[in-house]
């Protein structure tokens, strides 16, 4: 497919999309520039295609088995070749632990791998998860006695970690927003630093770093690893609070931003993201990952 043909597809969806869920408590664009930006260079007004394209959120309220209703959200990002290559779709429940929103999210990813590869799929995305939310919720709560007895005794094994990823290269706004709005999310502090390579550090709790490390590392890449890692056990003999006091001493980063550094001053300098080049991680990752 080409690039107008890509575009044709995401607009087309979009508009079903629309139409099927009319109000903003349903579906909501978060990108509206982006969506501006693709339906012109699918009529014709823009020659070339937009460097960025839509992002949006479909908002579920779901029927479980104990007769309540669930809120339950997708957010969605199409990649430049969508649907050649799967939507970034991430599913958030109130209900459902952060390992189980990692797992569904793989689980959701897997089917669409294998039966939606190549087509426009968010509705059949929204279908998967309509079917099978209720028996991540009943996992959620037949785990949940076992994960509370589990927290407590587990306080003692309290761990600090520092992950150093390197990626092949990080342009991508989409990735850029996630990776700074999860490490908000989980409480991690360090850096992401865009370019080619891009390096993403995050320290804070261990659970919450491989937290992060599990989202990261399922978006379509080039090549991603954990470069370095530190892992420093914590002595928990006080009350809660002094676990805090324990994280964060040994934090070397004040919350979380994106920057970009010039490590060999004026030899060597990093390439910046240049306009039209966010889109790169999706033209260049290799659609199997």
Same mark, same amino acid.
């Given at each position: ?39 012109? #260079? ?35 990002? #199409?990649?430049?070749? #969508? ?27 897997? #089917? ?178």
């Amino acid at each position: 497919m080409s690039s107008l043909e890509w575009a044709e597809c995401q607009l087309a969806e979009i508009e079903l999309l629309t139409s099927m869920f009319p109000t903003q408590e349903e579906l909501e664009i978060t990108d509206q520039l982006a969506l501006a930006e693709l339906r012109e #260079y699918v009529e014709g007004s823009a020659g070339s295609p937009p460097p960025s394209r839509p992002q949006f959120l479909i908002k579920l309220k779901l029927d479980t088995a104990s007769m309540d209703m669930r809120d339950v959200v997708l957010s969605c990002a #199409y990649p430049s070749e #969508y649907p050649s290559v799967l939507p970034e779709i991430t599913v958030r429940c109130s209900d459902l632990s952060r390992a189980q929103q990692t797992q569904l999210r793989g689980d959701l990813n897997s #089917y669409l791998l294998e039966n939606c590869q190549g087509e426009v799929c968010v509705l059949s995305a929204v279908d998967w998860v309509k079917d099978n939310l209720q028996l991540f919720i009943n996992k959620s709560l037949s785990a949940a006695p076992t994960s509370k007895k589990e927290t407590v005794s587990s306080h003692s094994e309290e761990v600090f970690s520092r992950l150093w990823i390197y990626s092949h290269h990080i342009y991508n706004k989409t990735k850029r927003k996630n990776i700074l709005e999860w490490s908000k999310e989980l409480g991690l502090s360090g850096f992401s630093m865009p370019g080619k390579p891009g390096i993403v550090c995050v320290e804070g709790p261990q659970s919450a770093c491989e937290e992060f490390w599990s989202r990261v590392k399922v978006l379509t890449w080039k090549k991603i690893m954990i470069r370095h890692r530190e892992d420093i056990p914590l002595d928990h003999q006080g009350e809660d609070s002094r676990t805090v006091e324990n994280i964060d001493s040994l934090r070397k980063f004040t919350g979380f931003e994106e920057a970009m550094f010039d490590p060999h001053g004026n030899r060597g300098k990093r390439k910046r993201p240049e306009e039209g080049e966010e889109n790169l991680d999706d033209k260049e990752a290799d659609a199997n990952t």
